[in-house]
């Protein structure tokens, strides 16, 4: 009669149950990590920058696929006019969220896409217009972005502006131009380069009872 020398971990029954949820865990991680890389993000909104299309305390998930595919071909990821997207402040560091608070502490920021290379924004009396060559008597974006009073980009936009956007970079704003409530391209930020687009907005998913996609 043959007899078998038990295994290390039949000897060991709890060292391979502990192995098997560490490799599990492990697991895990790495593909949270990858999903977070390369696919999808999410943010907490801060502050009112964004009303009222989105508002403080808003769970949103960023689409991080087109940028990596863009990366990935070696090209700069281009988003569209009117697309919300989240982008690296580049200017301070702090903890996983988006918005404006206290001017530039936050480290992730959201807005909507205005402008484009070679275009020229202004603000006159509330109104923001864009020129290129295809509208060389200008044309007010907002009008393909805002869907009703209580969503998307509201009718006063506040400041005096006269630029031209520089070359790889864009032009963004707030929704929620009124006064200084929103830290933007008019006010204070400047143009934003491609390189720092995190990727555009495609749902809110809390609170669980404005879910919408964008």
């Given at each position: 009669m043959e007899i078998k020398t038990p295994t290390f971990f039949q000897k060991y029954p709890l060292v391979r149950d502990i192995l098997s949820l560490v490799i599990f865990v492990a697991l895990v991680v790495l593909g949270t990590m990858t999903l977070n890389a390369f696919v999808f993000r999410s943010y907490n909104v801060v502050g009112v920058s964004m009303e009222n299309t989105l508002h403080g305390?808003?769970?949103?998930?960023?689409?991080?696929v087109p940028v990596?595919?863009?990366?990935?071909?070696?090209q700069e990821y281009v988003p569209e006019r009117g697309q919300i997207i989240v982008f690296a402040n580049g200017e301070a560091d702090g903890p996983l969220t988006c918005g404006v608070q206290n001017g530039v502490t936050d480290q992730y920021i959201i807005k909507r896409v205005i402008a484009f290379p070679g275009e020229r924004v202004t603000v006159v009396d509330g109104v923001l217009t864009v020129y290129n060559d295809e509208y060389p008597d200008g044309f007010h974006p907002d009008e393909t972005t805002?869907?009703?009073?209580?969503d998307g980009p509201k009718k006063y936009t506040a400041?005096?502006?006269?630029?031209v956007v520089p070359e790889g970079e864009i032009f963004v704003s707030?929704?929620?131009?009124?006064?200084?409530?929103?830290?933007?391209?008019?006010?204070g930020?400047?143009?934003?380069?491609?390189?720092?687009?995190?990727?555009?907005?495609?749902?809110?998913?809390?609170?669980?009872?404005?879910?919408r996609f964008f």
């Open positions: 305390d808003d769970r949103i998930i960023v689409n991080r990596t595919i863009a990366h990935f071909l070696g805002r869907k009703s009073d209580t400041g005096e502006v006269d630029v707030g929704d929620n131009r009124e006064g200084s409530h929103s830290f933007d391209s008019r006010n930020l400047g143009t934003v380069p491609y390189c720092r687009i995190i990727g555009p907005a495609i749902m809110r998913l809390f609170p669980f009872s404005g879910i």
